[in-house]
């Protein structure tokens, strides 16, 4: 079984800061690279941003370079997507995803694993 549990979503004014967490069982988080998507109302699901299993290299969409982060902490088995500069365009389900193995990847299909999502809503 693996397990991903989103946190930390909620409202926030535009300009402002959230932080995500994703938190899975020990095996997994040593096991797997981890990522961000995002769905908005009547779109596809995207990618955001993932980082590999070392986390010694991390990868963001062009729409959110310079304003989210994402980060993994070993110790504690949990993945974070720090959200600054937040504007209208981020509102959205967020979804933490986890794949087998150590290097980034970008797409949906390359991913087995699946949060249920946390909202996030971003008032003008």
């Known amino acids: 079984q693996v397990q991903l549990v989103e946190s930390g979503g909620g409202l926030v004014q535009a300009g402002g800061s959230l932080r995500l967490s994703c938190a899975t069982s020990?095996?997994?988080?040593?096991?797997?690279?981890m990522g961000w998507f995002r769905q908005a109302p009547g779109k596809e699901r995207e990618f955001v941003a993932a980082i590999s299993w070392s986390g010694s290299s991390t990868y963001g969409a062009d729409s959110v370079k310079g304003r989210f982060t994402i980060s993994r902490d070993n110790a504690k088995n949990t993945v974070y997507l720090q959200m600054n500069s937040l504007n209208p365009g981020d509102t959205a389900v967020y979804y933490c995803a986890a794949r087998y193995g150590s290097s980034i990847a970008r797409q949906i299909h390359e991913y087995a694993y699946w949060g249920q999502g946390t909202q996030v809503t971003v008032s003008s």
């Open positions: 020990r095996r997994t988080f040593s096991t797997h690279t």
